[in-house]
């Protein structure tokens, strides 16, 4: 194949509007938090991209405080109506600074400028443009004719998508009448803070939304917090489960949006061109960084050959660097700690006697990247088929008959999502209604709309983001 | 245990035993323990199960999941209204046995008896709507078709209310079933004849075996292993003990159990139905299809 050269297409940096500094959001207002400040790094160079004032118990405290009294005072007993046009224009302002928050994305974590700029703000708006037309038509969304929100909500997000994953949480617990105090991830914490801006900006009442930074004691001090009523993570399935047992007998809401090891079924009969785009893009969109991502292919014997050919081909031509050239595909592993945690599993992977495959591809010599990784000959047992590897790496099982298809994709703890590549109609049907899993991607895949709810199965968690079922988690009904 | 000193006729009494897997044996362990009325008269001996009937029971709902799920709507309806038939059917016996257990009178027994079959036929309705209900269209921004089903979240495990032997029990698992997942409750331990009663119904009523299970027993002795089971998928703790639901719950998080808390005092059974218990025992699966020529 014809090597396609391109010219490097950097977005500019000082589009992200970079401060050296930036403070916690309290009760409408920035302000120095009382933790130690932590250094967030640009993971594509390690160099300190920003000091950011963190939170401690006293911090979490004023804010829960805050969020209480926003919420009796002003958010709750507001009209649905008068609600809606505060999130109509935090969306409309989001729109606005859509560059600016998609480059401040990509440097903060690490993503290829096209995803941060394509996918992450767009719909981190759209979820806010979604939720703000139910703010005043709650009573149409299956609850009862009245239904009430919660309360004050404490949120916990990962590094992952850190605007989308602030705007799942803050957009449906504002629609619903709630206020909340979010914790954004510890090396992800600036878009959160920029939102918070925004929020300022669009003149929410001070207390509604705040945004408290940290690290992961933060978190565990924010959904223990006694004041909360509804607690909403996103993260590990190992943190999940602690927050579980923080929350046991309190009677206080919980959704949890865990880890996942989705299948990614390719039939014999399957549009193979087609199906070989979308695993590329399940398991090394984001960096493969992705709860729901494609990290396990079961193909069909007999064209497992053929697929992964075409898979090496492909995954060849994928170009890793610069988070910020738009050219760039697969970006920067988020921290040391997950660069290190990926490498631990696929030399795991190679010990336990899979075959690995590495991307010719150059890598950068600064920076933290992982090449695109493929396994083959992997089994039901081996770690890389069954832990989370959260990373660029994909491992190829086979298989022979639907059943066994079936039965290897849910032959694990998780049930986050599926793939399944058919051109026939009723195999698709068929394979769908028996897959273990809360979003199942036919003949496409990594696809999310405000519009449709996406959550776990089994240990992937409970609860929905999007759609009507979403704003179960934030009423009282 | 009452008899009837102005007849020459001795009745019969019934044993009353474990519902396990479509089966009615007793306790693994051999025990049993006396069930007395609200006025501390004798009425039976109850099987006191352990934890081996626990996990039994457990193996049993989960083999029958797939089953049980994989029937049509219409058929699981059509199946919860045989159930509701035998019901009716067994009416006296079970206002007698309520009135035995609660102390309530007649007239109030026949009521709470005549709700529960109400309540079981409200539910057996429900099976061929709960898609629809609950399910959607989702208008996604792209050229794909989306949709968003609900489906069973699998195995429950249930610890029906300790004061209401029957309304209670029928309104905590009538959901689970219509639902169609599978269940294993754990009976009202100082009522737990009804319950007892409840699965000679169930067993001919064209309810496949192991769809729901019933042991009796002590509760806070079988609610820590129905807790800690990897193959339960969610709790209902309606009767737990008030000092042990924390424990429960911290037990139920270590495979993510989908729960369904304490509530602080037993609720009112006889307030119509909500959606919330067919709500909490549903996943949401939602589909993307693409569209295209």
């Known amino acids: 194949m014809a090597a396609w050269e391109y010219a490097p297409a950097p977005e500019s940096a000082a589009t992200g509007r970079l401060q050296p500094s930036y403070r916690m959001f309290l009760g409408g207002e920035f302000v120095d938090g009382s933790g130690e ?3 967030t790094l640009n993971p594509a160079t390690e160099e300190v991209l920003a000091e950011v004032s963190t939170a401690n118990p006293s911090d979490i405290d004023d804010a829960v405080a805050a969020a209480r009294n926003a919420y009796g005072q002003v958010w709750g007993p507001m009209p649905g109506v008068e609600r809606a046009k505060y999130l109509f224009r935090i969306a409309r302002m989001m729109a606005e600074r859509s560059r600016e928050l998609a480059v401040l994305e990509t440097l903060d974590n690490g993503k290829p400028i096209r995803e941060s700029r394509d996918t992450d703000v767009p719909l981190a708006g759209a979820h806010f443009f979604y939720h703000a037309g139910w703010a005043d038509k709650l009573g149409y969304a299956g609850y009862g004719p009245d239904p009430k929100p919660l309360g004050v909500v404490g949120s916990v997000i990962p590094w992952n998508f850190p605007l989308l994953m602030a705007a799942w949480k803050i957009a449906p617990a504002l629609a619903a009448g709630n206020t909340i105090v979010l914790k954004p991830a510890e090396t992800t914490p600036l878009t959160a803070l920029v939102l918070a801006e925004i929020c300022q900006q669009a003149g929410l009442p001070p207390g509604v939304v705040n945004v408290l930074p940290g690290a992961g004691d933060v978190g565990a001090a924010l959904v223990g917090h006694p004041g909360l009523d509804k607690v909403a993570f996103t993260g590990s399935t190992d943190v999940g489960k602690q927050i579980q047992r923080t929350l046991a007998g309190t009677g206080r809401g919980l959704t949890l949006e865990l880890g996942g090891k989705a299948a990614n079924i390719v039939y014999d009969d399957a549009a193979l061109d087609q199906a070989v785009e979308g695993v590329v893009n399940g398991i090394f969109f984001n960096q493969g960084h992705v709860c729901c991502a494609g990290s396990r292919l079961l193909v069909q014997e007999s064209v497992a050959e053929e697929l992964v050919e075409l898979l090496q081909a492909r995954i060849s031509t994928l170009r890793i660097g610069d988070p910020l ?3 760039t595909d697969v970006g920067a592993i988020n921290s040391r700690a997950q660069l290190e945690k990926i490498t631990e599993l696929t030399a795991a992977g190679e010990t336990e006697g899979a075959t690995r495959w590495t991307s010719p591809c150059p890598v950068p010599q600064r920076g933290l990247f992982f090449p695109p990784t493929l396994f083959t000959g992997v089994e039901q047992s081996m770690r890389i088929a069954r832990e989370e590897i959260f990373g660029p790496v994909l491992s190829v099982l086979t298989f022979r008959t639907p059943d066994e298809a079936v039965a290897k994709a849910n032959d694990t703890r998780y049930g986050l999502s599926a793939g399944i590549w058919t051109e026939k109609g009723s195999r698709m049907l068929w394979t769908a209604q028996r897959l273990r899993a809360g979003v199942v ?37 | 245990m009452p008899t009837d000193p102005h007849s020459a006729r001795v009745g019969v009494a019934k044993t009353y035993k474990l519902y396990i897997g479509g089966a009615f044996p007793r306790s693994e362990s051999g025990r049993s323990y006396p069930v007395t009325g609200a006025d501390g008269e004798f009425l039976a001996n109850a099987a006191q199960g352990s934890r081996k009937d626990v996990r039994d029971a457990v193996m049993a709902a989960r083999k029958a999941t797939t089953g049980w799920a994989g029937t049509t709507a219409y058929n699981r309806g059509q199946v919860l209204y045989r159930v509701a038939e035998m019901l009716e059917g067994r009416r ?18 026949a009521q709470l008896t005549d709700a529960a079959i109400d309540r079981w036929v409200w539910y057996a309705g429900w099976t061929d709507k709960i898609a629809t209900v609950l399910g959607a269209a989702n208008p996604v921004a792209g050229p794909y078709q989306s949709y968003s089903v609900p489906e069973p979240t ?8 300790q004061q209401d032997a029957l309304l209670g029990l029928v309104s905590v698992l009538a959901p689970v079933i219509a639902g169609a997942n599978t269940a294993v409750v754990v009976a009202s331990q100082e009522r737990p004849l009804p319950a007892v009663t409840l699965a000679e119904v169930l067993a001919t009523s064209d309810l496949p075996g192991g769809v729901v299970n019933i042991l009796t027993g002590h509760t806070a002795e079988l609610a820590p292993w129905l807790a800690s089971h990897a193959d339960v998928d969610a709790l209902d703790l309606t009767g737990a003990a008030a000092d042990t639901a924390a424990d429960l719950e911290r037990s139920a998080a270590d495979t993510v159990k ?21 709500r909490a025992f549903q996943e949401t699966k939602t589909l993307w299809h693409p569209a295209g020529r």
């Open chain 1, 37 to 39: 400040p932590l250094k």
């Open chain 1, 441 to 477: 991607w036919e003949n496409t895949f990594n696809r999310f709309d405000p519009t449709a709810p996406f959550g776990g199965y089994k240990e992937s968690g409970f609860g929905r983001e999007g759609g009507r079922a979403g704003l179960e988690a934030y009423l009282a009904h």
């Open chain 1, 325 to 327: 050239d738009k050219n």
């Open chain 2, 154 to 161: 699998g195995v429950v495990g249930v610890l029906a209310p």
């Open chain 2, 92 to 109: 006296d016996q079970f206002a007698a046995e309520v009135a035995a257990a609660q102390g309530v009178s007649a007239k109030r027994a």
């Open chain 2, 258 to 278: 989908r729960l369904v808390h304490r509530p602080a005092t037993e609720p009112d059974f006889t307030a119509a139905p909500e959606l919330n218990r067919l």
